[in-house]
């Protein structure tokens, strides 16, 4: 499929794969596809940022690549890796049958057929279908790799010493994603299209939660945004995202709840709540309280 030629054909793209995007993001998407620019998307975790890579590479018909950034990664498990077994293996096998000079030889063991790739290198091979790039949670990475992916996010290439540079055919389209545990560095921020990916309002949540889990209770549906809407407001270690949401409200009706509850609230609070010190806090008094606001709330909207 063709890059979208207008904001409201990429918001009709990104709707048709069940995400709804306000217009801010839907346009800085946009731009990010027709400009070739990395989409760099910043926000609290479990607000939709990596499902954003997934809704494009199935509508724009691409494979998604996705590099799952962590602790001391390296170019090996990021970009690429030499085969060193089967190098090894056709080094012997040549010094047995006599052939090849030893220049020739270490030529010949840096071809392409001993190159292992992995996500980046992956996702702009120009002998594979095209992809989207997902490089996720980049902020978990270590500093100094961001500065391995200057080349890429800048030419969309790959220079390896041994073996030279492999350039993709045309600019797959590129998804950043950072929790923001830590800053990232201004040179990859400049190289990307910028959006932070914040808590939808009530009514987006509402649109997300039916689309994603059209079998809860319209009247559930909405105290349960209510609700969540409410705890976000709260003094607590972690929020909820609309991840959580929709698992709470699926969970919920699970159980047969066609509205909220107090006693069924406390029950499921694991489901929405990921920290013993929040359940705590918000369970009984608290929670029922919650409940009363959310359901004023939804029977005034």
Same mark, same amino acid.
């Given at each position: 499929?063709? #890059? ?5 054909? #990429? ?10 995007? %306000?217009?801010?993001?839907? +346009? ?12 760099? &998307? ?7 940022? #990596? ?19 962590? %602790?001391?990664?390296? &170019? ?52 594979? =279908?095209?992809?989207v790039l997902l490089i996720d ?27 030279? +540079? ?14 923001? +545990? ?17 808590? =939808? ?38 929020? =909820?995202?609309?991840?959580? +949401?929709? %698992? ?19 029950e499921t609070l694991g489901v ?28 005034? #909207?």
């Open positions: 499929m063709e #890059t979208p030629r207008s904001v409201a054909a #990429t918001t009709a793209l990104l709707e048709a794969g069940g995400y709804v995007a %306000d217009a801010d993001l839907a +346009t800085t998407v946009h731009l990010a596809l027709a400009m070739h620019r990395p989409l760099f &998307l910043e926000g609290e975790p479990g607000t939709g940022k #990596t499902e954003i890579a997934k809704v494009l590479a199935e509508g724009l018909g691409r494979r998604l690549v996705r590099l799952q950034c962590y %602790d001391g990664m390296d &170019l090996s498990a990021a970009a690429y890796e030499w085969d060193h077994a089967r190098q090894l293996m056709a080094i012997r096998l040549a010094e047995a049958s006599g052939s090849g000079s030893g220049e020739r030889l270490s030529r010949d063991i840096y071809a392409r057929e001993f190159l292992q790739e992995r996500p980046l290198l992956a996702a702009i091979d120009p002998d594979m =279908p095209p992809a949670e980049l902020d978990r990475a270590d500093e100094p790799f961001e500065a391995f992916l200057l080349e890429i996010l800048a030419d969309f290439q790959i220079t390896i010493p041994e073996y030279g +540079t492999i350039r993709a055919l045309s600019p797959p389209p590129v998804v950043i994603t950072s929790n923001r +545990t830590r800053e990232v560095h201004d040179a990859i921020r400049r190289r990307c299209l910028y959006h932070w990916v914040d808590y =939808p309002s009530a009514a987006r949540e509402r649109e997300i939660l039916a689309r994603k889990a059209p079998q809860v209770p319209a009247l559930l549906s909405a105290q349960v945004v209510a609700f969540v809407q409410r705890l976000r407001g709260e003094d607590i270690f972690k929020l =909820p995202g609309v991840a959580e +949401t929709i %698992d709470w409200a699926a969970a919920l009706t699970y159980l047969d709840q066609h509205e909220l509850a107090p006693g069924a609230v406390d929405l709540l990921k920290y013993q010190d929040d359940i705590a806090k918000i369970r009984g008094a608290e929670a029922a309280r919650l409940v009363a606001e959310a359901k004023s709330t939804a029977a005034a #909207t």
